[in-house]
């Protein structure tokens, strides 16, 4: 065993011991950041506005602090853009985020000093979680890739600008630097079929032990490996033994990869966000990523279906119920209060506390009243597969609330086959039945005769690729919506079917 591994296991026990300090005392760990959170704060402008002073539980907090969204939360990001100190905060933060925005172009989120320590740390203990648990350390001598943005970053005001992932790559720690692939040159590229072309060189004969990235996205490379080289992903790289991934759920690219790698590999699941790091899969047993609940973040918790009442209730940590999909707010050391991440989760588990993302409060399909959610279709996909001789690269969901003649309306899956089923029927049927399974309102629309069985639409092979460079959001953190309300993306993809 190298020194290396020796490190990585006593590192990863000390790691252990104080996870387990927090884990075995959520709702005071969640406390002792609350009033931290809000004792820094108080004498920023935010502070001042809401009366954090007179702020002594989270009663009041509700009270003082109504729940935002980036557009409403944007005046007080302006000014500190503008470069004025103690507006969120302490200070100015020492990066902005940039990313997507909805209605107003970019969002820019504040990143301080002491959030992208949690960050990176978040980072760190979800790999050391993994060796602890498994006592697997080879991995740690060989060379790593994590397919990310450039780390390029432009400045305003003395904030420097950038990607989460282009931040991040500027705090990879010293003892990993010369087993990171891909070099600084290539990883500056911004076209992304460009970039991919580039790592593929750089990585064919490299011993590649840990690769890091959103599926779909670690696909098109293992793709573009498989066709220069002509062998599988698991042969070229014979050490490759751990895959870390984000952004959307696994399962339903798994048989794929599986299928390009040649053999199964262990995998983490990170739950990452430019606004905060927020779980990471803690075990190979148990379902489910483990809530940081000691990382500078406050959580509150809104059931889902409440959420556009007037006053929807705001719960705690130790409020929370199982298999209840909830909106995640979260209050920030980076100076975000009452935010509305826009993502759902479910717990899986309450001891400790671990969940699940279970989609985006603003994409569902609920045309009917059905409010199906992303974790619904996932599943029901990930079902299709494993009882068919189906293989899929890609899917997304839509109604069709108007189709033609006296049709009943139906929901339209795009999908995207690396291998058509060879019964699609049955495909079909598995794929309506294990929604109306999950979904009680959708069973009921069906059986009630307002919705038809859904249809599918393939997809030619590349095509989602194709429309998301189209579109300007091929590679780095972007990803496909898994469904949505209304007919953008579907309409968008209609001139990318088989």
Not at 224 to 251: D, H, Q, S
Not at 282 to 292: A, C, H, R, V
Request: proline share 5%; with cysteine.
């Amino acid at each position: 065993m190298s020194l290396k591994s020796i490190a990585a296991k006593l590192f990863a026990k000390h790691i252990a011991k104080k996870t387990l300090k927090w884990t075995n005392n959520p709702v005071a760990t969640q406390e002792k950041v609350f009033q931290d959170l809000i004792a820094t704060a108080r004498h920023t402008v935010f502070g001042k506005d809401h009366g954090f002073d007179t702020i002594t539980n989270h009663a009041d907090f509700v009270q003082k602090v109504p729940i935002r969204d980036y557009e409403q939360l944007k005046p007080y990001v302006e000014q500190v853009l503008e470069g004025r100190p103690d507006v969120l905060w302490p200070g100015l933060p020492v990066y902005f985020a940039k990313t997507s925005g909805t209605t107003s172009g970019a969002k820019y989120i504040p990143i301080t000093k002491t959030s992208i320590k949690q960050q990176v740390n978040a980072s760190r203990n979800a790999i050391l979680s993994y060796i602890h648990e498994t006592g697997n350390t080879d991995f740690v001598n060989g060379k790593m890739i994590f397919l990310q943005g450039s780390p390029e970053l432009t400045e305003k005001n003395g904030i420097k600008l950038g990607r989460l992932s282009g931040i991040s790559a500027h705090y990879v720690p010293k003892y990993l630097q010369t087993n990171r692939l891909p070099s600084w040159e290539t990883n500056c590229i911004e076209d992304w079929e460009t970039k991919v072309d580039a790592i593929v060189s750089e990585t064919e004969n490299e011993n590649m032990t840990v690769i890091a990235g959103i599926p779909s996205w670690v696909q098109m490379y293992f793709e573009r490996l498989r066709a220069k080289t002509g062998k599988p992903v698991g042969e070229l790289f014979k050490g490759f033994e751990l895959f870390i991934y984000g952004g959307v759920n696994y399962e339903p690219y798994r048989a794929t990869f599986e299928k390009l790698i040649g053999r199964r590999v262990p995998s983490i699941e990170l739950f990452p966000a430019s606004e905060g790091f927020f779980a990471y899969q803690d075990s190979q047993t148990e379902k489910g990523m483990l809530l940081l609940l000691d990382a500078g973040i406050f959580y509150e918790f809104v059931a889902a279906d409440t959420f556009f009442d007037e006053s929807p209730v705001r719960l705690g940590i130790k409020d929370v119920q199982l298999h209840v999909n909830y909106v995640m707010i979260i209050s920030t050391d980076a100076g975000l209060w009452g935010y509305n991440l826009g993502d759902t989760i479910q717990f899986v588990s309450l001891n400790p506390y671990r969940i699940v993302v279970s989609g985006r409060i603003k994409h569902f399909i609920s045309a009917f009243g059905e409010h199906v959610i992303a974790k619904e279709v996932e599943e029901a996909m990930q079902l299709a597969i494993a009882q068919t001789d189906a293989e899929v690269n890609e899917f997304t969901v839509a109604p069709q609330i108007t189709p033609q003649g006296d049709e009943l309306p139906y929901h339209e899956w795009l999908v995207e086959f690396q291998k058509v089923p060879s019964d699609p029927d049955t495909f079909v049927s598995i794929l309506d039945n294990a929604l109306q399974k999950q979904n009680s309102y959708y069973y009921d629309l069906i059986t009630g005769g307002i919705l038809q069985t859904l249809k599918i639409s393939a997809i030619r092979p590349g095509g989602f690729l194709e429309y998301m460079k189209s579109i300007g959001k091929l590679g780095g953190q972007n990803k496909v919506q898994r469904l949505s309300n209304d007919r953008k993306l579907a309409d968008g993809l209609r001139s990318f079917k088989r």
